[in-house]
């Protein structure tokens, strides 16, 4: 099993300029989730999805946009890119309960916007 | 509102031990994570703990206790490839995960 993967590892962005982060896992997990990490901050969630066709806000979703058409893929959209979208972007997965509450992690996308 | 706390930063010595302390504020309780994330990569899981106690799992052990809001991850026998950051993270009532800012901890030889 790959796990969770995650394109671009790296991006570099120009103010007003709009793209696409994806994220698939091959677990066959329900649950989906994208978090930005920023220098001395908590991980802060973005979006989260707990099944195909079924998305939903997190703490900070202004400025991003999100689909979930496969148990698969879950891509993160960025319309209009803005300096402080400048983060490391992480995508994330889990199945059902107990231990089993634990996410597992992509490698993350980090993305500079100038 | 919701509140993880953890301190910034830690120093340890190689071979020794050493506790990361972590207090939560949240609305509604899940169970307690710990995660490790190295510089640049991604976090990783630790632990979990639901009910009061103490869980180990080989040189690491992580204690809850409900009533008081708090949790410790208690590291023994430090290699210098424990030197990462620890996070902890509460599961809310909807079943969200709330982040602390996370602990960087150094080993020294």
């Known amino acids: 099993n790959a796990g969770v993967t995650q394109t671009p590892k790296f991006r570099i962005l120009k103010i007003g300029q709009s793209m696409t982060l994806q994220c698939a896992q091959d677990m066959n997990h329900n649950y989906m989730y994208w978090y930005r990490q920023d220098p001395g901050m908590g991980l802060k969630l973005i979006y989260y999805?707990?099944?195909?066709?079924?998305?939903d806000k997190g703490e900070v979703p202004n400025g991003y946009n999100v689909s979930r058409s496969t148990t698969e893929d879950f891509p993160l959209r960025l319309e209009l890119a803005a300096p402080s979208q400048t983060s490391v972007y992480f995508c994330a997965s889990r199945s059902g309960t107990g231990e089993a509450y634990e996410q597992y992690f992509g490698p993350g996308t980090r993305l500079t916007v100038t | 509102g919701q509140n993880i706390d953890q301190p910034t930063e830690m120093t340890a010595t190689e071979g020794a031990i050493v506790q990361i302390n972590c207090t939560y504020q949240t609305s509604g309780f899940n169970g307690l994570f710990w995660y490790q994330q190295h510089a640049g990569e991604a976090p990783t899981f630790l632990s979990y703990?639901?009910l009061d106690g103490l869980e180990e799992k080989g040189r690491f052990s992580s204690f809850l206790s409900r009533s008081k809001g708090y949790s410790y991850l208690l590291l023994k026998e430090l290699q210098m490839k424990d030197s990462a950051s620890y996070l902890c993270a509460v599961m809310d009532s909807n079943y969200q995960l709330i982040w602390g800012a996370g602990t960087k901890l150094i080993i020294k030889p």
């Open positions: 999805s707990v099944g195909a066709g079924i998305t």
């Open positions: 703990n639901v």
